[in-house]
């Protein structure tokens, strides 16, 4: 039961990296603002934000436009979510638990921006 919610927590997680991954380089707050579709700039509602679920029912792409969603976002969230399950399984409930969630997290938020930037370049 632990492990399920500990693999959740990780994908929530996951989807909050996707907005640093996204805003972060761009400069805008991580915190203000709704999220939206990058290609016809409607607002998400949060049925569109459940991770992974929402890409696979949506069938990766936007709701409104049609667009194609990033595979990106549902790779990150659950990346991230499987990540957490392993380490937990690893270090149980304990501080070390914790202190590499942080680490990991943070690793591939910023892995994901150099991915991102280099496609760009
Ligand atoms: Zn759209």
Redesign the pocket.
Known sequence: MMNVLVFVLGLVVGSFLNVCIYRVPRKESVVVGASH?T??G?NLKWYDMVPVLSYILLKGR?R??K?RISLRYPAVEFLNGITWLILHIIFGLSVWFVISCIVVSFIYCILFMCILKAQQS
Do not use: M, S, T
């Open positions: 579709c290609r016809c409607r936007c409104f436009c667009g």
